[in-house]
């Protein structure tokens, strides 16, 4: 879909397909109570950038694959992501109002019906990926290769590892290192399931694998330095959330251990690194994830 469409135009049309195609995902028929539906469904349908089932498309399309068998994978991812932003922001992690410029599940619904709609996404983005064999006749053993990763890497040595480390890191996080650690895994490691995974459905080799894990690793913590960065100088309105919140919060970031401009030096680094690792792989359709790269360096929201 939108092949010869500029990169904004891509990524407005392809979130706009995920979005409509979110909306429908969970079945109607599905026996459950009224209340679990509609938080299910206010969380994953308030916005967002929906970057990583994005990503998930974009890398089928790189590969000469098709995105209409990747898209029950994309749209699995965004559950994961979305599982995991509704828990972030529960009273007992960051304890945000707002999301998005809206306010967070568990200020509409309660604690306890937050909970359950983020455990009910988080399983339902399993049976999401599954939906790529049942309705798109992908294989089997990709699906099992899929799923394994997703496993792994939205867990507790994913991105639910980076998430404990990072309360942790509350109590004083005073290396780099930490730091990066938990970038890694609380954003990067869903990043690099994205691109894997849509590369895993065009038929990716293992060096073509590699090379989208590497690009995945060094996109993901760019956009989190970014984050970082936009925290300090972006536009409130733009975000849909406070800025210097890090700083009231008093939390631990890129600019802190080494200054501002370090920090936007090292996400073009990163991209440089990203891109590199693309444009040696041999893909045959690479340009869209060149471009999201670039894109994402430039963001401000």
């Not at 599940?105 to 049976?127: P, R």
């Not at 639910?160 to 780099?176: F, I, P, S, Y």
């Amino acid at each position: 879909m939108n092949s010869g469409a500029g990169i904004v135009d891509y990524i407005k049309g392809q979130a706009a397909w995920i979005e409509r195609e979110l909306e429908r995902s969970i079945p109607a028929e599905w026996s459950m109570p009224s209340a679990l539906r509609e938080a299910m469904l206010y969380s994953l349908m308030a916005g967002g950038k929906r970057l990583r089932p994005i990503l998930v498309l974009a890398s089928a399309e790189a590969l000469g694959g098709n995105s209409e068998d990747a898209l029950p994978v994309a749209l699995a991812v965004e559950m994961i992501h979305t599982y995991s932003l509704i828990h972030d922001d529960l009273p007992a992690m960051d304890n945000d109002d707002f999301r998005r410029g809206k306010p967070t599940s568990h200020k509409v619904f309660g604690e306890a019906m937050a909970i359950l709609a983020g455990d009910a996404l988080l399983t339902h983005a399993f049976y999401s990926v599954v939906q790529s064999a049942r309705q798109r006749d992908v294989a089997g053993d990709i699906i099992a290769d899929i799923v394994e990763e997703l496993a792994r890497l939205s867990g507790a040595p994913g991105m639910v590892g980076g998430q404990a480390a990072d309360m942790q890191g509350e109590q004083g996080v005073t290396k780099l290192e930490e730091l990066e650690y938990i970038h890694l895994h609380k954003t990067s490691d869903l990043v690099v399931f994205s691109v894997k995974a849509g590369g895993r459905i065009a038929g990716a080799s293992r060096e073509q694998l590699a090379a989208l894990e590497r690009f995945g690793t060094c996109l993901g913590l760019a956009f989190q330095i970014q984050d970082d960065i936009l925290d300090l100088t972006g536009d409130e309105v733009k975000l849909g959330k406070p800025v210097q919140s890090d700083v009231k919060q008093q939390k631990v970031t890129y600019p802190y251990f080494i200054g501002l401009e370090a920090s936007q030096a090292k996400v073009e680094e990163l991209t440089r690194e990203a891109r590199e690792a693309i444009e040696t792989a041999g893909f045959p359709a690479p340009e869209r994830l060149l471009e999201l790269a670039d894109y994402l360096m430039k963001r401000d929201h």
